[in-house]
């Protein structure tokens, strides 16, 4: 079956980390979600249909930090690329101009193009203002191609469309949903998860949120709490045990590890674009407390903005009035500690929800992906509690 919105099975709440016992550093938000960030909207776009050689594992997570009423409205952004094999459009204009005004959108690595095409198409029909001038929308992906027929054309544009439409506030779907639906993480099936932390500056109090699409690490790497749960679990690899990536393409073997994560972290508190790309490098901190070390082969790229000073940091063709200024408030940069362990803290606890939400999949040809048994998770949890 396709699903552009979530089946029955998928609405129903999915596990957490933290119902598992596992304990993480931080206070969090309401709904321990990116979505704690006031304004901002998710929206998914899941594709499970078919089996065999053109089995569809795969779809499309759309991201509107400002929400639907809000696109064109600049946040300060930047990038962190921390192992640059993959992709994330739009970055030479967050560079340049150190703000992102577009929709967000994560899918797999072939579907790059067909996504963007999607945003652009969707923001002309719905902001033809927008769209009269230029579009530059930001598209991420990890490579889907073990479970997901990747080069079958499946994610098309409509269905970034379909995505963003879905879009709202509200608790996040987890694990194989969206553009992690085909995802896997550590040699277990992987996919999206999500967190949030709350920071107190004065009498203010601000989130800092992430949202990880979840498809790298070799399985034994994967450690919680200094007990290697990748090296000991009874959970079957075929991933790296068996010869699929030699089937496929008469030579070699995958790298175990290999993959790629789009993380995402968002936040209210003002900060410049200079202070978001200091949260963006603490994202792979945050990727790294669980074990991985960073492979060659996985594309692990950190996206990191502030939805506060609306109206500011815009970039439109000059108009007749005179000309102006704009202002930013921003936290001083002394006071940056807090928001950057936050940022480290939510992307760690969202790469767990990535993995405890997770569900055994099959998928192109009877690849096989199997989840990280919740019961070894407890067990390893109760043994930290207990030290």
């Known amino acids: 079956m396709m699903t552009s919105r979530p089946s029955s099975q ?24 990116i979505t704690d960030v006031p304004g901002l909207e998710v929206g998914f776009t899941t594709l ?36 640059g094999n993959g992709e994330l459009t739009g970055r030479s204009w967050i ?67 379909e995505a963003l439409d879905a879009a709202k506030a509200g608790p996040v779907q987890e694990g194989s949903v969206g553009g992690g639906t085909g995802m896997n993480c550590y040699g277990f099936k992987g996919g999206t998860g999500t967190a949030s932390r709350v920071v107190r500056h004065g009498e203010d109090e601000y989130v ?29 690899n075929p991933m790296d045990d068996t010869d699929w990536f030699a089937e496929d393409r008469a030579r070699g073997r995958a ?6 994560a789009i993380v995402v972290i968002v936040t209210n508190a003002p900060l410049l674009p200079g202070q978001c790309a200091a949260l963006a490098r603490r994202g792979a901190l945050g ?62 606890e969202a790469v767990w929800n990535s993995l405890v939400a997770a569900e055994d999949m099959t998928g192109r040809d009877g690849h096989e992906s199997f989840a990280l048994p919740h019961d070894e998770i407890r067990a390893a949890a109760a043994r930290i509690a207990a030290r």
Do not use: K
Not at 215 to 234: D, Y
């Open 10 to 33: 998928q609405r129903e709440r999915r596990p957490r980390a933290r119902d598992l016992g596992i304990v993480f550093d931080g206070e969090p938000g309401a709904l321990d979600a």
């Open 48 to 83: 499970v249909t078919g089996e065999g050689a053109h089995a569809a594992r795969s779809g499309v997570t759309a991201i509107l930090p400002r929400g639907r009423a809000g696109v064109g409205d600049a946040c300060a952004a930047a990038v962190h690329s921390f192992n």
């Open 95 to 161: 560079d340049e101009s150190g703000s992102l005004a577009l929709p967000i959108a994560i899918t797999n690595s072939h579907a790059v193009g067909a996504v963007h095409a999607g945003v652009d198409a969707w923001l002309a029909a719905t902001r033809p203002d927008l769209a009269a001038q230029w579009l530059l929308p930001v598209v991420g992906e990890t490579w889907d191609g073990y479970l997901n027929d990747i080069n079958g054309g499946h994610v098309r544009p409509e269905h970034a469309a």
């Open 208 to 236: 800092v949120a992430a949202l990880v699409q979840a498809n790298f690490g070799s399985r034994s790497e994967l450690r919680l709490g200094g007990i290697p749960l990748g090296q000991r679990t009874a959970a079957p």
């Open 255 to 260: 790298v175990s590890g290999a993959g790629s």
């Open 287 to 348: 990727l790294g407390r669980s074990g991985t070390a960073g492979s060659h082969f996985s594309g692990d790229i950190v996206l990191a903005l502030s939805t506060a000073n609306s109206g500011a940091l815009s970039s439109a063709f000059p108009a007749d009035e005179p000309a102006g200024y704009e202002e930013l408030r921003f936290v001083p940069w002394g006071r940056m500690d807090p928001f950057l362990t936050a940022a480290v803290q939510a992307v760690d």
